[in-house]
Structure formats: C-alpha cells, structure tokens
C-alpha cells in the first residue's frame, strides 16, 4: 500500500515563508504526478501546484510567483516552497500522488492523499 504524510506546517505572520514537505512510503513502483492541493473553512478543495514525473509543473495563479513545488525522486518526496504568505492562503493542505504499486496480484495503479497540514498566515 502507499501512504503519503505531509509535514512542515504552523503559524506565520503574513509576508513569512513556509516549507511543506511529502513523504511518500510502501510498495512503490513508480510515483507519476505528485501535487499539494488546500482546502479553506466553507471552501472546496482546490489545486495549489501540480509536478510531474519529467519536472513539468503549473500553478494556480494565485500562488504563482510566491510558491514553488519540487521533488526528489530518489527520496521519495514532494516539497512546495511558500514565500510572500498572504492570510489568504490560510487553508489545511494535502499532498497527492498517483502511479503504481505492488500488490499480490501484481502492479496496480493508485491515487493517495495525506493526512494534511494546517498552515496559518496572521495579518
């Protein structure tokens, strides 16, 4: 199974930077797009940046300029630099990743989320 655990979240006042770290574990086989998505109170989830396997990136425009997403295939892990914070990126973010996995029927493919981290930008 793949699990994904997010750290690196807190309080920060506003023009602070943060860094957001994902860690991806299990059976892995191959890990394709990896992403760090936020969710506000009384919001829908939306898409922050998204990474693929080849280093391809995209960002919401509200957060382009300010943050940067990154990986380390060999480590297994995702990362999204915020500087420039703004109270309204205030929300719980969630790291997401998708490919395939071992199990004992063979590979399978796979979508996880983690457990998310709250990030808090005073004004």
């Known amino acids: 199974q793949v699990q994904l655990v997010e750290s690196g979240g807190g309080l920060v006042q506003a023009g602070g930077s943060l860094r957001l770290s994902c860690a991806a574990s299990g059976s892995i086989f191959s890990i394709n797009n990896m992403g760090w998505y936020r969710q506000a109170p009384g919001k829908q989830r939306e898409l922050v940046a998204t990474i693929t396997s080849g280093g391809i990136t995209n960002y919401a425009a509200s957060v382009k300029g300010r943050f940067t997403i990154s990986r380390d295939n060999a480590k297994k892990m995702a990362y999204l630099q915020m500087n420039s914070l703004k109270p309204e990126d205030t929300a719980v973010y969630y790291c997401?990743?998708?490919?395939?996995?071992?199990?004992?029927?063979?590979?399978?493919?796979?979508?996880?989320w983690g457990q998310g981290t709250q990030v808090t930008v005073s004004s």
């Open positions: 997401n990743a998708n490919g395939s996995f071992q199990s004992t029927f063979g590979w399978r493919s796979y979508d996880r």
